[in-house]
């Protein structure tokens, strides 16, 4: 579907609660489903991806029940989970593939998972080959989607380094570490997100930390529980990085996560010059608070391997930020944007240089040199079917004075199904 977008002269000014984070909306059905009793998700994200996981456990036979706002979750316990009749359908999301690979990996039948075109080009490997060692049977051709995931009474203990920076590796292994025929050991090289840690213990279980190692214990007994999801960093973002950019901007977004395991775009935009504050600081099972955006002139920034977990789904917004940025900015060891939704730096990269940014493309990274005017393009803008590359270059258009088509402009509802519309509402002309 092709959407129109308008553009400039505007700026973004109010306030804005953004929606529930796409990272705890998943968990909150994967811990509510574990635990005994009934947990409850107020500010549930209901975006495509995690309509896919409530759809996935409730044909593994898990009571949920959803209002506006609000996902409740009757749990079931690993033992308590029912023969799907159908294929499990994961669409678009990574997330839900990988951790409910290792959630999946120790049950009496048999099960295939299956996604859109997108999903089954993504690598598997990276979940699949620590689970085989594990004793974990999954039948795939060149570790990608179709799936089946065999039947299986054990599961070994595990001792491994995590070789990609992946949250959603971790919390697969952790959540077949749970089932377990003993203790295991998961390190990380570089900290990656850390919800299911942390919801994990709200939940009741318990972890030992030492470092970037984990010790996961199995036969954990977790108990439901009432949880508000924060706001989620990566979908205030957008709105950041747009009043950041629009001069004379001045925005609000209340109750944003966080976790400083998801940051990582609110420092590189303060170490690009630009005007954040956080306030009202809460901490429940995750902190949160709001943030104060005012617009300001970016200055470049050198992003390498050690910062890129923590900005992992923003970089295409920093990307763009870079581009109206005085000077150079340089991005490095970020690889792993080229098995996302779509190749990130190949899509990133075409989509700005279209528009007149200047954007040189490595194999792990981009070099952008600003600032450049961003113009009119022959032709459409494309997010290739990508949610984040979509949300991103609508805001882009705001930085032109031209309007402009953008072909499948629906990839946002993935994570974010109101954002045109939240945006428009926000801009002041
Ligand atoms: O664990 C998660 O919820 C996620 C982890 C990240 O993926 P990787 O683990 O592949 O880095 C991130 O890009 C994704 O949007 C959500
Ligand atoms: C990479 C993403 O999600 P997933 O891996 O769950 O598809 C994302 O939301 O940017």
Same mark, same amino acid.
């Given at each position: ?227 508000? $999801?924060? /706001?989620?960093?990566? *979908? ?5 990085? #747009?009043?950041? +950019?629009?001069?004379?901007?001045? @925005? &609000? ?123 009119? $393009?022959? /032709?459409?803008?494309? *997010? ?5 590359? #979509?949300?991103? +270059?609508?805001?882009?258009?705001? @930085? &032109? ?29």
């Amino acid at each position: 579907m092709d959407k129109e977008l308008t553009s400039g002269p505007a700026v973004l000014k109010g306030t804005c609660a953004v929606p529930g984070d796409k990272s705890i909306s998943h968990r909150s059905v994967m811990l509510g489903a574990l635990a005994k009793g009934t947990t409850t998700a107020k500010h549930f994200l209901f975006s495509a991806d995690c309509l896919h996981t409530i759809a996935v456990f409730k044909a593994l036979g898990v009571p949920i029940e959803t209002t506006e706002d609000t996902v409740t979750i009757q749990g079931v316990g690993l033992k308590g989970l029912k023969p799907p009749k159908a294929d499990l359908d994961m669409g678009n999301s990574g997330t839900s593939t990988r951790l409910l690979l290792g959630l999946l990996a120790r049950q009496p039948f048999a099960m295939t998972f299956i996604g859109d075109d997108s999903l089954s080009q993504r690598p598997m490997g990276r979940v699949l080959n620590p689970l085989a060692e594990m004793g974990a049977q999954v039948t795939a051709t060149d570790d990608r989607l179709p799936l089946t995931i065999q039947a299986n009474a054990h599961l070994k203990p595990l001792d491994y380094t995590i070789p990609v920076a992946s949250a959603q590796v971790k919390s697969a292994l952790i959540f077949a570490a749970l089932q377990a025929d003993g203790p295991s050991h998961l390190t990380e090289k570089l900290a990656t997100r850390d919800h299911t840690e942390r919801m994990l213990q709200y939940f009741g279980g318990h972890l030992e930390k030492d470092g970037l190692t984990l010790t996961v214990q199995p036969n954990q007994t977790l108990t439901g529980k009432d949880l508000t $999801v924060p /706001g989620d960093p990566s *979908s205030a973002a957008f709105f950041v990085a #747009a009043a950041t +950019l629009l001069a004379g901007s001045d @925005l &609000t977004l209340t109750h944003v996560g966080l976790n400083p395991t998801r940051t990582g775009f609110l420092e590189v935009i303060g170490q690009m010059n630009g005007n954040i504050s956080v306030a009202n600081l809460e901490t429940d099972f995750e902190p949160t608070g709001d943030l104060k955006i005012k617009s300001a002139d970016l200055t470049g920034i050198t992003l390498t391997k050690e910062s890129i977990p923590s900005v992992i789904d923003e970089l295409p917004l920093v990307v763009l930020c870079a581009t109206q940025a005085q000077g150079v900015t340089e991005i490095s060891g970020a690889e792993e944007l080229r098995v996302k939704e779509t190749d990130r730096i190949s899509t990133v990269v075409t989509e700005l240089t279209k528009m007149g940014a200047k954007i040189e493309e490595k194999p792990d990274g981009m070099i952008i040199t600003g600032p450049t005017p961003l113009h009119k $393009v022959q /032709g459409t803008l494309n *997010s290739y079917g990508d949610h984040r590359i #979509a949300m991103m +270059l609508m805001v882009a258009a705001l @930085l &032109t004075k031209d309007d402009f088509t953008l072909q499948q402009a629906e990839a946002i509802a993935v994570s974010y199904p109101d954002f045109y519309d939240d945006l428009l509402k926000l801009l002041v002309k």
